[in-house]
């Protein structure tokens, strides 16, 4: 169903990114539990490790960043999105957005989100809670990882905590390729049954279309990931890339694809597979024909041979 839906939204936009795994972790609470100075307490832990963190912050009150009269107010009316600067600040304004768009719109190794709760539910986030008392605890789910009374906790529990059982975000994918759905995942996680990165997101690269990840198996990602590291590498300047976001947009009709495909995906792949022609032939399959690549796909036969390939590299099927 998933190879359905998005080959044909290839036709209007491609995007593919390798970047190192984000993780995220909520964390909830009534209000004066404390929520805050956990999350500084949490931040300065991890700033002696070294770690770039992103913080969220939500409030149910409509609190206005900006002010009527200023150059920047008058700007956002007619914008989609301001941009603010300082010598020593900058700040960017956008509509609301809701918890999905914020975190697609990121890309640090940990998001610390203070709020959200429902969403946290929805999204399969992870979550610290904090009460007062026994306010607060009719708010402990399955994806709780644990709960904080009265502000008394071991920064270094926390941390440890932190660090073990926040996770990719997977949007409810469900891919399987763990042996669970994206909710059950994360149960397993928070339980100390399994590990984050057995979720297949950590390997490091994400299709995305239209906005919408799709979730390929370990092997695809890796040629990916190996392939445009290799090449991009090679260029001044780009040594040692940390990450790298290929985006094709505007592709309006199948002769726009084609392209794509024929001059761009496909000689990435027969780099990496430079001398391995029965490796190359098991990822693209139809594409080949006689020894040779086959340029003369169209139409129907075109799209049914990308649907193979996306489906041969579904979260799920082996390809090993």
Not at 131 to 148: A, P, Y
């Amino acid at each position: 169903m998933i190879k359905k839906l998005y080959i044909l939204k290839l036709l209007n936009e491609y995007c593919l990114l390798w970047c190192d795994s984000m993780r995220v972790i909520g964390i909830i609470g009534p209000k004066k539990s404390g929520k805050t100075t956990l999350i500084c307490d949490i931040l300065k832990e991890l700033k002696k490790k070294g770690i770039d963190v992103a913080t969220i912050k939500h409030s149910f009150h409509n609190v206005e960043v900006d002010r009527e009269g200023t150059d920047s107010y008058a700007f956002k009316k007619y914008s989609n999105t301001t941009v603010f600067s300082t010598d020593t600040k900058t700040a960017f304004f956008h509509d609301g957005l809701d918890l999905y768009d914020i975190l697609s719109k990121l890309n640090n190794e940990l998001v610390i989100i203070e709020g959200f709760k429902e969403q946290l539910k929805e999204l399969n986030i992870p979550k610290i809670l904090m009460v007062k008392g026994d306010e607060g605890l009719e708010l402990r789910d399955s994806q709780t990882i644990m709960v904080i009374k009265d502000y008394k906790y071991d920064i270094d529990e926390v941390v440890k905590n932190v660090l073990e059982k926040s996770v990719m975000p997977s949007y409810n994918l469900n891919c399987g390729h763990c042996g669970y759905n994206c909710k059950l995942f994360v149960e397993e996680v928070v339980d100390g049954n399994i590990k984050w990165n057995q979720c297949v997101l950590s390997e490091g690269v994400k299709l995305v279309v239209d906005g919408k990840t799709i979730p390929m198996n370990p092997f695809v990602s890796n040629i990916i990931k190996n392939t445009l590291k290799a090449i991009v590498s090679s260029l001044k300047g780009a040594d040692n890339p940390k990450s790298i976001s290929i985006k094709i947009e505007d592709i309006e009709n199948i002769e726009d694809l084609k392209f794509v495909w024929y001059y761009e995906i496909i000689p990435l792949l027969e780099e990496y597979f430079y001398g391995d022609f029965e490796g190359l032939k098991k990822v693209i399959g139809d594409f080949i024909k006689d020894g040779e690549i086959n340029k003369g796909l169209d139409g129907d036969e075109f799209i049914n041979a990308l649907n193979g390939i996306i489906k041969n590299s579904q979260i799920g099927e082996d390809n090993e």
